[in-house]
Structure formats: C-alpha cells, structure tokens
C-alpha cells in the first residue's frame, strides 16, 4: 500500500466518518518496502490538489520521514522543481507500507496490513 | 419488488456428482448480510482462481470510460474482482476493493504490477467522503439481495465522489433471451446461478467428483430497475445502456444527493 492511498482511507464504521479524528488513519508498527516505479510527473501534479496536505504530514511524521514543508507546493512550484518532484514521487508512490496496521484516531480500531493489503471488513460488533 | 421464494438452482440439482450451497430457513429478508455471506462472499472465496482465468478482457464500454478521464483522475473500483480495469489506463490512481480476500489477493498483483487493493464492503467503504473524481462497479451491485441494499450500495459509491465526479455501474440483466441462460421480460429477478469448476482427472482422490457446482445469488435488473435505484438515492444518471446482458449507467451526484 502506497504512502499516496492513506491519503484516501478513514474508519469503515460510519459513526467515525463524521469525526475529524478519523481521518487520516495512523500507522502502527508497520513495515515500509520500496519499488522503483517509473514517475509519471503529469499524475503526480494533477493528483496534487487532491491530497489533504495536513494528513499527510501526519503520516510522513508517523511513519518517521523527514519533515514535509507545512504548506503544499502549487503546480507551478512542483513543476519547475525536480527535486521536490522526485521526492515526492518517493514518498507518495515508491514507499509502501507491506505489513502492520492502521488504527481509527477516533474508535480505536486497528486494521491490519498483510502483503501490502489492508482489510477493513468490520467484526460484527461495529457494523 | 418479486418475490424471493424462487431463488433457488433453477433446476434441482439430483446428480450425486454435484455438490451445492444448501438453501435452509435463510432468506435475504431475515438477515441480508448472512444470506450474501452464503451464497456470494462463500462461493467467490471457493472460485476465485477460477473465476479469475475466466476475466480476463475488459470491456469496451468500460474501457472507454477510463480512457476519457483526464490523467492524475482519482478513483475507485468497488467490487474489483480480479483487478482488470486497473490496467487499462495508467494515468489514473486507482484504489480498488472487493470484499473477497481471495480476489483482492489476485488484483493486487494483476499485470504483473503492483496495485493499490484493499478488502472492504462496498457498504461500507473505508474512503473519506466527497474525494473521488470517479468510480466503476461492474458486476457488484446485482449480488446484493435487498432492494435497499442495492440502493445503499449506489449511495455509498456516490458519496465518495466529488460534485462533478462521475460513477460507471454494470448489473446483470433480465432481459437475456439471447442468452443461453434464457432468462427474459416478466420472469423471475432472484435466482442462484451455478458455477461449475471442474478438475483435471489426475490428482483426484479415487471417487472424487471431477466437477463442482457452486450456486450464486443474483438479482437481475429489469429495464429501467438501475436508472430508478440512482435517482431514489438522489442520484443523476448521465448516460445508460445494455450491453451484452448487462445494464449500465454513468451517474452522479443530484443536487438533492444526501450521503449516507
């Protein structure tokens, strides 16, 4: 699972998708591979103005990367920056989380991740 | 809505050689969840590997679709099976589910690459709301086995997209007289459908059938029955049609869309 996608999961329970706290999920003694994948800079730059920007600084910091800076680079910023373009495309596409779990901020609960999958199939009790 | 007492194998099964899921006192009515846990989420995790030898070309219709989505689209595919459409156009992000381990096992690594799979009900997605720029769910929402659950289903794929964000939905159709299965205008929408996987004769113990027939739960979609479950839950339907015994459409959010 890619560092981009915990960008795009909250809590299955739909009592916390109304809760600020359960989003993002946090990361918990997880196991981080690397691939190299080939960038691909026009869906980087599009997917940009997707990404909450403050959760992901949450997550990078968790997970025990680099400070991130505190706003997001605008198109033009990361277009005319290499640099800032290949990190990104690191961290957001090459890192990926293979094992551990992800933990709703707001309920508590841990889904695992196994071989890079995470299950969010709730016991019956939160459904 | 039809009645559910007909769903059951639409010929009995009396060959000793067929095994079958057993239809007891459990209907969709009583308790949904464990009705689909039975005769849907069981019999996938039994044929994934079959199933998946069996899907392997992406529709056009479908395929078309991806393709007109501008690159760096975000998007979902809920019910993704064994992940065929998240090749198809490599300028999207995709974040796919489906609620069998066992095909979401097979989608992660479908095409020799790594894709961003994760098991979950379609009822309950595990996606912030309102962030998707599009969605496919093809082959899903026909295995729900109530009509409001079928409706809840097109509601939590529509809460997940922007505004503007549009949702490609497939189900089965009833009208199929062209089919070999025969089903067609006026008869019954609850029906089990068999999936035979057979064997090689080797490696089979001495007495062990070679073939066995699982039973799926469906409900077939009536014209216009897709068009009408997207506008109750306050959907607006784009774009529809049939195609190869399915019924499709391309929606998205009403004005008067409320999420779930």
Redesign the interface.
Known sequence: MKVLTLNFLTCAVKACKSSTSSFPLHPKECELVSDSIVPNPALLTNILPRVDWSALITISTELGFPTLPPTAPTIEELQSDEKMMAELHTLLLETQISEGSLVCGNCGHEYKIKEGIANFLLPNHLV | MAPLTAAKPEEPLTDSKQTSVTLEDDSPQAAP?SYEEKHVHAVYSQIASHFSHTRYKPWPIISNFLLSL?????GLDVGCGNGKYLLVN????I?A?D?S?EL??IA?TYGDR?N??????GL??????G???FAISIAVVHHLSTAERRREAIRSILSMLTTTGKAMIYAWALEQKDSRRGWDEGGEQDVMVPWVMKKSKKGLAPGEPNETTYQRYYHLYRRGELEDDVAIVGGKVLEGGYEKDNWWCICGRGEEFAE?
């Not at chain 2, 309950?124 to 709301?129: G, K, T, V």
């Open positions: 969840e501008p690159s760096g689209s975000l490599p300028n999207l992000y974040i589910s609620r381990s979401v096992s992660s790594k961003e799979t994760v098991v979950a009900d309950r997605l595990p996606h912030p709301r962030v998707f720029d779930c």
